[in-house]
């Protein structure tokens, strides 16, 4: 019996899936080689594009992974023979590539699967750092990082900052461009430097974990590979500065959170809220790594953001059931959050927070105080709005409430999450 011929859209899927999980270690590779963080986009688009035409004709390979690497190594490799391409990159290669006296025409490729086969976490790290160079606007380097190491794409990034699309595609055209013609190498900064990039780097790496977390877009109500690059990177970086708060905060952080990604959907996949989860279901190595970096970080006696947020998961992580949570605490902890970091959505969740602790009426009047027009597209301002109206017994404009934030959404699990919301609002 003959074979079935190849599925063009399961290709495509295939395709897809595992650029999601192989872009940032493909594009680390090629940017530590050819020392061009932009040459390297370049680079690994083309394995992707050619992956595009190839697997859904032929079938997925075997080690889709590898066939990505191996296509952008030899389409490096060949960029590297021809001598417009070497002017742009000797500079910066220097000996790595060219060492006297030996032929360009064999060197580079063995120089290529050299450089490119180095420890893939070490990569992604060093491009990190070097992303978050001092050079770069603040607003640039979480751009650029986002959109390399996490391979969000520029709708996604502006979702999360609440910005215009061609705002974020500026910011990572200048990046890349400020880091060429500046001549910045892509490598680790001397340990002097690392505190003046840490502040960056701490958040790209929130923001990636939050990308996965809770998806800004797709059918997906959570992107794994996201959240366990994001704690990869942060338990690294925590290593790195094992006296920074801030770094064992985050780390704390993100133990704490991933320990419930197991409980956030059910069978089906629909997502399930905080209150409502199995905590038999959640992660109790993940809550101990948690609990022993929030030690570390009050140890070290500094407490911000980070600390504070991480202190907030541990109030979850402890309870043996929502009832017993203690939201009185975690009320009082934002107070504390919104004065280190006076941000419309640290009130949203000083609201969300007063709202369990204190009664509806008092969340609500924390919710006034944000600024008129403030997270008005924000789709998780109008769901905690919702739950207060709901709360307080104000059923039709929480209903409303839930249905604004569902048309808001780009996420196709949290819209019907907010939908059921919505119609358990509905009089009965």
């Known amino acids: 019996m003959p074979a079935a011929p190849p599925d063009p859209v399961a290709g495509r899927e295939a395709v897809e899936a595992v650029w999601r999980i192989e872009s940032a270690r493909l594009i680390a590779a090629l940017a530590r080689f050819t020392g ?95 992303a978050c160079h001092p050079e770069l606007r603040r607003e640039y380097r979480v751009a650029l990082t986002l959109r390399c190491l996490a391979g969000l794409s520029t709708p996604q990034i502006a979702r999360a900052f609440l910005v215009a699309d061609s705002v974020v595609g500026q910011r990572v055209s200048r990046a890349k461009k400020t880091l060429r013609d500046k001549g910045i190498g892509l490598h680790m900064p001397e340990p002097a430097d690392l505190p003046e990039r840490l502040s960056s780097v701490l958040e790209v790496i929130y923001l990636i974990f939050n990308e996965g977390y809770s998806a800004s877009s797709g059918e997906d109500w959570m992107r794994p590979e996201l959240c366990h690059d994001a704690l990869r990177l942060a338990r690294r970086t925590a290593a790195l500065v094992p006296g920074h708060a801030e770094a064992q905060g985050l780390l704390a ?143 039709g404009e929480a209903g409303a409430a839930y249905r604004r934030a569902a048309e808001l959404t780009a996420n196709a699990a949290e819209r019907r999450l907010l939908l059921r919301r919505a119609a358990s609002t509905a009089p009965s």
């Not at 609990?291 to 309870?319: D, E, T």
């Not at 009185?328 to 959050?337: E, N, Q, S």
């Open 36 to 130: 061009d963080i932009g040459l390297a986009e370049d680079l690994a688009q083309d394995a992707l594009l050619a992956a595009l035409q190839q697997w859904p004709a032929t079938g997925t390979p075997p080690n889709p992974g590898g066939w990505l690497m191996t296509t952008a190594k030899n389409r490096a490799v060949d960029g590297f023979r021809r001598e417009a391409l070497h002017r742009r990159t000797v500079q910066g290669l220097g000996h790595q590539v060219y060492r006297q006296g030996e032929d360009p025409s064999v060197r580079p490729a063995d120089e290529a699967d050299a450089a490119l086969d180095d420890p893939v976490g070490d990569d992604e790290l060093r491009l990190l750092f070097a």
């Open 253 to 395: 952080l993100l133990e704490f959170t991933q320990s419930r990604a197991a409980a956030r959907h059910d069978a089906e996949g629909a997502p399930v809220l905080l209150q409502d989860q199995d905590r038999g279901r959640w992660d109790r190595l993940l809550i101990g790594r948690g609990f022993a970096a929030l030690a570390r970080a009050h140890r070290l006696g500094s407490v911000g953001p980070y600390v504070l947020q991480a202190a907030i998961a541990g109030c979850h992580a402890a309870a043996p059931s929502a009832q017993d949570t203690d939201w009185a605490r975690i009320a009082g902890l934002y107070d504390t959050l919104e004065r280190h970091q006076p941000t419309p959505v640290v009130t949203l969740n000083r609201a969300a927070a007063h709202g369990r602790a204190h009664g509806a009426a008092a969340g609500l009047a924390v919710l006034a105080t944000l600024p008129a027009g403030s997270l008005d597209r924000y789709p998780q301002r109008h769901a905690v709005e919702g739950e207060l109206l709901a709360w307080a017994g104000r059923r």
